[in-house]
């Protein structure tokens, strides 16, 4: 791991990576790597929870092992399967030979050549790198037995597999669990992290985050675009548009050679910004206008 020595050095480092990160956020990483403690960060989507675990891996020039969670995520998708398959043709090829040793078969059947590994037992591998990054992303969407079992892996950094035994990381892997907050995560999983939340930025660290991932923007399209997307967020809109689609519209304005917002050209790319037709209707005549109004006003000196 590069010397890490002060909060600065975090932001530093992620600024390299593209990432602009605010001293509350850098101090929370900072600890976590102090302390060897699990990141827990909630907000909404599109913010940048996910971003910071890959750029955090190539800051570090760590591995990044990502866990996505779903519905119905069980221990044995996150840890191991065993290959069914290549088992099925080892026993009907002993078989087919004639005279083979069950107990050696089934030790063989049972390791590692035909283990596969899922995302928490490569976490628990050693890698010449360095502990990995784990990415355990929207935890919300698992259920409850899911996040007790995950309560136990994360407290010994350790794995069992009836087959084999336990494996244990040899250095606990670098933990970021996120959630979008479509249900509440039990406390006690919380406890055992250092938590953060992750808000939509300001004016000014929108448009940090712009030059840094949409560098061939203008700096006045940057502003606009920026201005806009502020606006459209104090609007009631089922869901409203996080960093991650402000960096797409402005990409997609790029692609289109525009130069500066119009209601047109708003019109014509609101599926950059907005993800619910609801709420695209809401923009739909004079309402872009409006907004784009609105925002220029907020741009002009006071």
């Known amino acids: 791991m590069q010397d890490i020595e002060s909060i600065d050095d975090i932001q530093q480092l992620l600024a390299e990576e593209g990432y602009v990160c605010g001293r ?28 910071i675990a890959k750029a955090l891996s190539a800051a570090l020039g760590r591995s990044l092992i990502r866990l996505q969670c779903y519905e119905g995520l069980d221990a044995s998708s996150a840890v191991y399967e065993w290959n069914f398959a290549a088992q099925m043709v080892a026993i009907r090829t002993a078989e087919a030979s004639g005279g083979a040793d069950r107990t050696a078969l089934q030790e063989e059947l049972f390791g590692p050549d035909y283990l596969v590994e899922r995302p928490l037992l490569k976490a628990m591998r050693p890698d010449a790198a360095g502990a990995p990054v784990l990415l355990i992303d929207e935890l919300d969407r698992t259920d409850e037995p899911f996040e007790a079992f995950l309560l136990e892996a994360l407290s010994d950094f350790q794995v069992t597999i009836p087959e084999i035994g336990t494996i244990k990381a040899p250095e606990p892997p670098i933990v970021i669990v996120t959630s979008n907050r479509t249900r509440e995560v039990h406390d006690a999983l919380k406890r055992r992290c250092l938590y953060h939340w992750v808000d939509y930025p300001d004016f000014d660290r929108e448009m940090a985050i712009l030059r840094a991932r949409a560098p061939e923007a203008s700096e ?35 692609a289109l050679d525009v130069l500066t917002l119009s209601p047109e050209v708003i019109a014509d790319t609101l599926g950059a910004v907005l993800k619910y037709q609801d709420d695209i209707a809401k923009l739909q005549g004079s309402e872009a206008k409006r907004l784009l109004d609105d925002a220029r006003a907020s741009l002009e000196p006071a």
């Open 24 to 51: 509350p956020l850098a101090t929370v990483v900072f600890l976590a790597l102090r302390l060897g403690r699990p990141i827990f960060l909630e907000g909404e989507a599109g913010v940048g929870k996910t971003e």
């Open 220 to 254: 006045a399209l940057s502003r606009e675009v920026v201005a806009f997307v502020q606006r459209l967020r104090t609007e009631d809109l089922f869901k409203k548009p996080g960093v991650a689609e402000t960096i797409d519209w402005a990409k997609c304005l790029l």
